[in-house]
């Protein structure tokens, strides 16, 4: 009343504006229905004051009243009840707050004069799960659920704050004011949407980048070899909290070809660009946000020597090239190899001997051509045997045709003797059988052959045999990829070698050839930085049949890298 007094003096001066503004003033939604019955009466009374005035000033005065009374009643209307203050209002962008701080939810409001608190309750709704309870205000006294007990304390009104906040805290946060005014109850609700920020982790607590030896292909998409480049290495579950961006020797930004156990991975453009190459987190993310200052995890730069990055694509290329050039090959050779009979594969047999045996050489000849003298010898036998039984079927039939003939004893005499004949044939035929059989082992004796290769299946870290192997070539089937153990399958002079290396800084190789146990050659080394290095174990070595061979790590914090760790073997010659 004392707004409008200001503003219309005059009008509050005559008794029937003053009294329809009191009761108008009770009942506001009535308010217009009210003004406009007192200015009808404005504009019709002869006993108003105002009636001896202008007709247009009484018409402006209505005018004027009538828009203020609009006015007044919407700031009456907007003003009643609790008010919440302007920050933290329903849909609002997430409050970002980093893991470990804590979360401050001021909700703030006012209360109508005769307003007052009756309780109330806070809740919050994770990620993917159902809503929880948090706290209750009853009787002025706060109280939060026992598993938020100590960390979870009120702030002014409606405001509560949560101390070491976890990601596994994000989520949608609400408070609800239950109010009483004159005996009505009024439900009020605020909500917040809080996301908690965690910082990317590694595992040394710093971003690494490398060069990866070797020029890798992309399969999905130019098909073209490329330099690789890694940084990681992060052990987040699944993908990290946040991506990184590339820096180029001229200042492009690029982004990872892909993520992948780890590390981020970039395929650089050919040709490539030599100088220095950075991996970054973005400085706007939250996540790099919640860093501390100077934090190794911010950045981190590898230099890219341009004519050795080219020679490493160039030879790519070209064992690229070797591979697919015996990968065509192959078939070829299979079907060569079925197209051999069994006297063209003992033949070939006998010159890889040869080739691979030289000491037996002269050996393998003779025994061919004593073999083949004992199958032609043995066929002539066999004609003569066949002659011998006819003749025998012959003289039965003489015998049963001559009955009670005078030729009865000489016949029988004839045909014992030709028993007897037959009898020491047999016994001879026996003889070059098992003479063919002798002569037949000691051959495949003479063009056994024994050898291995096989490359180490996966990591292999500490102490004990290395396993698993995949195996590559296995003639003679005496290695086990499984164990890692070759068992020779004959006496004979057997070479070994075997190459080993770790592809992690700090990490050693030390590994022992044994024979039964006992260690025959040793090789030791350490990496340095990004430097790779590589041993190896070599012997030759003669066994009987049954002893093994294996490889064996004697060191706890030895580290074998699967790609550049292989065992190789071959019998050199075999007793007779």
């Known amino acids: ?154 702030l002014q009104n409606g405001g509560i704050e949560l101390s070491c906040a976890t990601i596994l805290e994000s989520g949608n946060y609400s408070v609800t004011v239950n109010t009483v005014d004159n005996g009505d109850e009024t439900l009020y609700r605020q909500t917040a949407w809080v996301k908690v920020v965690d910082t990317p982790k590694t595992q040394d607590g710093q971003l690494e980048v490398r060069q990866e030896r070797e020029a890798v292909r992309d399969d999905t998409s130019d098909r073209q070899w490329h330099v690789h480049l890694t940084c990681g290495h992060f052990f987040d579950l699944g993908l990290p909290a946040v991506d990184v961006e590339w820096k180029t020797p001229n200042g492009e930004t690029l982004s990872s070809s892909y993520f992948h156990k780890g590390n981020f991975h970039l395929l650089l453009s050919n040709p490539v660009k030599g100088g220095n190459y950075t991996c970054s987190l973005p400085s706007l993310s939250p996540a790099t946000r919640c860093l501390p200052p100077g934090s190794a995890l911010r950045n981190d730069t590898i230099y890219v020597d341009e004519m050795a990055a080219r020679l490493s694509i160039m030879e790519a290329r070209q064992l690229q090239m070797q591979d697919d050039s015996q990968k065509e090959n192959l078939p070829l050779h299979d079907d060569i190899a079925q197209l051999k009979d069994e006297t063209e594969t003992l033949r070939l047999g006998l010159a890889t001997a040869t080739l691979r045996v030289r000491l037996c050489s002269t050996e393998n000849a003779r025994l061919h051509a004593e073999l083949n003298s004992v199958k032609n010898e043995n066929d002539q036998h066999k004609g003569y045997i066949n002659a ?34 037959l009898g020491h044939h047999k016994g001879y035929i026996n003889a070059l059988q098992n003479t063919t059989e002798t002569l037949k082992a000691r051959l495949d004796t003479a063009t056994l052959r024994v050898s291995f290769h096989a490359k180490l299946t996966s990591f292999f870290t500490g102490y004990g045999t290395l396993t698993p192997f995949t195996v590559i070539t296995n003639e003679g089937d005496a290695f086990s990829g499984t164990t890692g153990i070759f068992t020779a399958p004959r006496n004979g002079t057997y070479f070994f070698v075997a190459s080993a290396g770790t592809d992690s800084s700090g990490k050693y190789v030390n590994m022992f050839l044994r024979k039964d146990g006992v260690d025959v050659s040793w090789a030791r080394t350490r990496q340095y930085s990004s430097y790779y290095t590589m041993g190896s174990v070599q012997a030759t070595l003669y066994l009987t049949a049954g002893q093994r061979v294996w490889l064996h790590s004697d060191a706890s914090d030895s580290h074998y890298f699967s790609t550049t760790t292989s065992f190789t073997g071959f019998l050199i010659h075999a007793d007779d």
């Open 1 to 154: 009343m004392v707004f409008i007094d200001t503003i219309f003096p005059d009008l509050l001066d005559t008794q029937p504006l003053s009294l329809h503004l009191r009761q108008c003033s009770l009942h506001l939604k009535h308010v217009l229905s009210c003004y406009k019955t007192w200015c009808s009466q404005l504009l019709t009374s002869n006993s108003h004051p105002l009636f001896h005035a202008s007709l247009t000033r009484g018409k402006s005065s209505c005018e004027k009243m009538f828009r203020f009374l609009v006015i007044f009643w919407l700031q009456l209307a907007g003003y009643s009840g609790l008010q919440w203050s302007e920050r933290f209002q329903d849909n609002s962008g997430p409050m970002e707050v980093c893991s470990g701080q804590n979360i401050r939810l001021f909700w703030n409001f006012t209360l109508a004069q005769d307003e007052h608190v009756k309780d109330m309750v806070w809740t919050c709704q994770p990620e993917g799960n159902a809503t929880e309870l948090l706290a209750s205000y009853v009787d002025d006294i706060f109280v939060p659920v026992s598993e938020f007990s100590g960390r979870l304390s009120h």
């Open 388 to 421: 011998l039984q006819n003749t025998t079927e012959t003289l039965k039939a003489r015998l049963e045709v001559v009955v009670y003939s005078t030729e009865d004893a000489r016949l029988q005499a004839e045909l014992n003797s030709v028993k007897n004949e």
